[in-house]
């Protein structure tokens, strides 16, 4: 069991917009602006999305963001494409021994 | 542009030892913390080690402290991941990441991926 929560899986149509959830606690999500983002495609390693909440890295599309409330980050992909079908797992800095966390993953079909 | 190109994975039987490098080039090596990152297979990304970039602060998961040793060589750009006393467990693609802060350890996300390297453990 990861210990960040995130839905298995999510769908979407071409041009929809969709949020992903990213669920942790108050020792994690809720305590720090430390929540990351990253998409993996089958086989490859894994590319940053979204950083410190809501920055985007240069070379990302603006159609990705991110935000926070409470316990719980979300990404936002909006004007869904083909291309977006993909894993995505968010990652929080915690104040545990394990200092960074991440979510189990959310597979995201584009229909 | 950052390239970070990984070697030394495999499979090996419990109990027995391997080690991961990851060649770094296009950034000033030396002045970046590093991290392994490994993920099972068909499962989730895992954390597992951090050191700073002169090599004076390492940080583990739980899971590993005691069996795993990360270390680097500034002076010919690489990052090691010592693994001793693997088990079944540990099997997974083995990533080196990048952290992306100059000099302090930001320990929140990672700028920069390795391909990732198997390590399968099974007798």
């Known amino acids: 069991q990861s210990a960040l929560t995130q839905p298995a899986s999510v769908s979407g149509s071409p041009g929809q917009s969709i949020t992903l959830s990213c669920t942790g606690t108050?020792?994690?999500?809720?305590?720090?602006?430390?929540v990351s983002w990253y998409q993996q495609h089958p086989g490859r390693a894994p590319m940053l999305l979204i950083y410190?909440?809501?920055n985007r890295p240069s070379g990302v599309s603006s159609r990705f963001s991110g935000s926070k409330s409470g316990n719980t980050a979300s990404l936002t992909i909006s004007g869904l494409q083909a291309e977006d079908e993909a894993d995505y797992y968010c990652?929080?800095?915690?104040?545990?021994?394990?200092?960074?966390?991440f979510g189990g993953g959310t597979k995201l079909t584009v229909l | 542009q950052v390239q970070l190109v990984q070697s030394g994975g495999g499979v090996v039987q419990p109990g027995k030892s391997l080690r991961l490098s990851c060649a770094a080039s296009?950034?000033?090596?030396?002045?970046?913390?590093m991290h392994w990152v490994r993920q099972a297979p068909g499962k989730g990304l895992e954390w597992v080690a951090f050191?700073?970039?002169?090599?004076?602060?390492?940080y583990y998961t739980d899971s590993v402290k005691g069996r795993f040793t990360i270390s680097r060589d500034n002076t010919n750009d690489t990052l090691f991941l010592q693994m001793s006393s693997l088990r079944t467990a540990d099997t997974a693609v083995y990533y080196c990441?990048?952290?992306?802060?100059?000099?302090?350890?930001?320990?929140?996300?990672?700028?920069?991926w390795g391909q990732g390297t198997l390590v399968t453990v099974s007798s």
């Open positions: 990652s929080s800095y915690a104040s545990t021994s394990t200092l960074i966390l």
């Open positions: 050191i700073s970039y002169d090599g004076g602060n390492e």
């Open positions: 108050s020792s994690d999500i809720g305590a720090y602006n430390y």
């Open positions: 410190d909440v809501t």
């Open positions: 296009g950034f000033t090596f030396g002045d970046y913390g």
């Open positions: 990441a990048k952290d992306p802060y100059l000099f302090v350890a930001a320990l929140r996300w990672f700028d920069s």
